[in-house]
T-cell receptor
Framework: DVKVTQSSRYLVKRTGEKVFLECVQD?????MFWYRQDPGLGLRLIYF???????EKGDIPEGYSVSREKKERFSLILESASTNQTSMYLC?????????FGPGTRLTVL | GENVEQHPSTLSVQEGDSAVIKCTYS??????FPWYKQELGKRPQLIID?????GEKKDQRIAVTLNKTAKHFSLHITETQPEDSAVYFC????????????FGAGTTVTVRA
């Protein structure tokens, strides 16, 4: 069974704080992704990584950065959190055609 | 980039009836079209997918059809059951960038007992 885990299920931060969301997968997948999920907007790709130390911007990268130092771990960083970054964040890793999602982190920025 | 539109946004069906969700895409180079199901409080999971060299694919009560000319694809669920209640997302990707999926906005399906 593929397992994708995220560091927190719920997170509350204040405006301006630096926020780290971590994702770990245990299946040696090369490709990993970060999405945010908002009602009526579906899943929007923030960043993805096709291998260690490789990253590419998705559709909505503004205000975010990522880090992939090890194959199993992909981190999403909010340099200075803002209220419009309140959302559900989903991490995924990919094997062949299928993306396997983590349980999500619901982030609230006050 | 690719733009995927999904309709309807909500769908309520009587148990046993069929449900149809439609998606359109903008990039004619798109060639892979998966559907993900997300039950309440759970993570999205792949339920069926289709490639552009195939017009239809079936898996038990679910089927997906693809019309490349019109750039649209649809999910069909027959004999709906309460466990089919979920949010369904369509997506598309291209051959040259097939790990990057563009998702539709989602359809909330409610199956009434």
């Amino acid at each position: 069974d593929v397992k994708v885990t995220q560091s927190s299920r719920y997170l509350v931060k204040r405006t301006g704080e630096k926020v780290f969301l971590e994702c770990v997968q245990d299946m040696d997948h090369e490709n990993m992704f970060w999405y945010r999920q908002d009602p009526g907007l579906g899943l929007r790709l923030i960043y993805f990584s096709y291998d260690v130390k490789m990253k590419e911007k998705g559709d909505i990268p503004e205000g975010y950065s990522v880090s992939r130092e090890k194959k199993e771990r992909f981190s999403l960083i909010l340099e200075s959190a803002s209220t419009n970054q309140t959302s559900m964040y989903l991490c995924a890793s990919r094997l062949e055609n299928e993306q396997f999602f983590g349980p999500g982190t619901r982030l609230t920025v006050l | 980039g690719e733009n995927v539109e999904q309709h309807p946004s909500t769908l309520s069906v009587q148990e046993g009836d069929s449900a149809v969700i439609k998606c359109t895409y903008s990039d004619s180079a798109s060639n892979y079209f998966p559907w993900y199901k997300q039950e309440l409080g759970k993570r999205p999971q792949l339920i069926i997918d289709i490639r552009s060299n195939v017009g239809e694919k079936k898996d038990q009560r679910i089927a997906v059809t693809l019309n490349k000319t019109a750039k649209h694809f649809s999910l069909h669920i027959t004999e709906t059951q309460p466990e089919d209640s979920a949010v369904y997302f369509c997506a598309a990707s291209t051959r040259t960038n097939d790990y990057k999926l563009s998702f539709g906005a989602g359809t909330t399906v409610t199956v009434r007992a």
